[in-house]
């Protein structure tokens, strides 16, 4: 009986991946699973549908926590307030911050440019999420390393991947005047637009949606701009952009930068700005 159980456990082991980590949002479990193949398993904490900036992680995922083998981070507001309770839950547990080395920008329509007011949405940008892929890389070696080149030839694929998805955006993009713009409810995809040469339009202003005085004044702009779209996302209320879009006659597109094929999101939205654009 102890040979069989011996071989139980065995088999049991070489069937689970022998390391688990846990990330913030769905595109980092892309990453994550992408690079770490079959001898990775991952676990998002803020699920599809949710928002990043206020989510409170269940029972059932602080319990979780307690087999990771690491954390990776990204910068999201929940983070701030949970981060100092996972590594509590689990003080082996490694905790990764894959913004460290990226420069932030001031959201756009804030009009403070302090920490608080940074945008976190950094994995908009594909050299952004060039940096972060190494920090992946490099932590799973660092935990695995006998798996190493398995990781490092997902890692190269997986950077030839965005490199091609990036040539196909600005492909896209490049019949556009420079600083073109895109009306967003939600200003989450500034890295994107400073990354290929546009402006983002938010309709929320200093985190809330626009009071009547401010809704005429972005339909003019909207109008002046030649907005053909709001993009707004599942994650927030779409009435006030819903307001605007009836307005203008144009429409309204859902689209999150919470995706998890982040290829194919990010071509639909140059291909949505594209469409949209002036002739």
């Avoid at 007011?117 to 050299?127: A, F, G, Q, R, Y």
């Avoid at 019949?175 to 290929?196: C, D, K, N, T």
């Avoid at 938010?202 to 909207?222: M, S, T, Y």
């Amino acid at each position: 009986m102890n040979r069989i159980a011996a071989l139980i456990v065995l088999m049991t082991l070489a069937l689970y991946p022998k390391l688990h980590c846990v990330v913030s949002i769905p595109p980092l479990k892309t990453f994550v699973d992408m690079i770490g193949d079959t001898e990775v398993s991952s676990t998002v904490m803020v699920p599809p549908g949710h928002s990043p900036h206020s989510y409170e992680p269940k029972p059932s995922q602080m319990r979780s926590l307690e087999k990771a083998d690491c954390y990776f981070a990204v910068g999201v507001e929940f983070e701030k307030a949970w981060l100092p309770r996972f590594t509590s839950q689990n003080p082996r547990m490694k905790i990764v911050d894959l913004s460290k080395g990226i420069k932030k920008y001031p959201v756009t329509g804030s009009s403070q440019s302090d920490s608080e007011h940074l945008d976190p949405h950094i994995w908009t940008s594909p050299e952004n999420v060039e940096k972060m892929l190494g920090g992946i890389y490099r932590t799973l070696v660092a935990l695995d390393p006998k798996n190493r080149d398995l990781f490092e030839n997902n890692y190269r694929k997986l950077l030839k991947k965005i490199e091609a998805t990036d040539h196909r955006i600005k492909k896209l993009l490049a019949p556009l005047p420079p600083q073109s713009a895109f009306m967003v409810f939600h200003p989450s995809w500034g890295y994107f637009a400073r990354e290929y040469g546009l402006r983002q339009l938010p309709v929320e202003i200093e985190g809330k949606a626009p009071k009547p005085r401010q809704l005429i004044r972005l339909i003019d702009k909207a109008r002046q701009e030649k907005v053909r779209a709001i993009f707004v996302q599942p994650e927030f209320s779409d009435k006030s952009a819903r307001l605007l879009a009836s307005e203008l006659g144009i429409p309204v597109v859902k689209i999150s930068p919470l995706a998890p094929d982040w290829c194919a999101n990010l071509l639909r939205l140059a291909e949505a700005i594209a469409k949209g654009a002036p002739k």
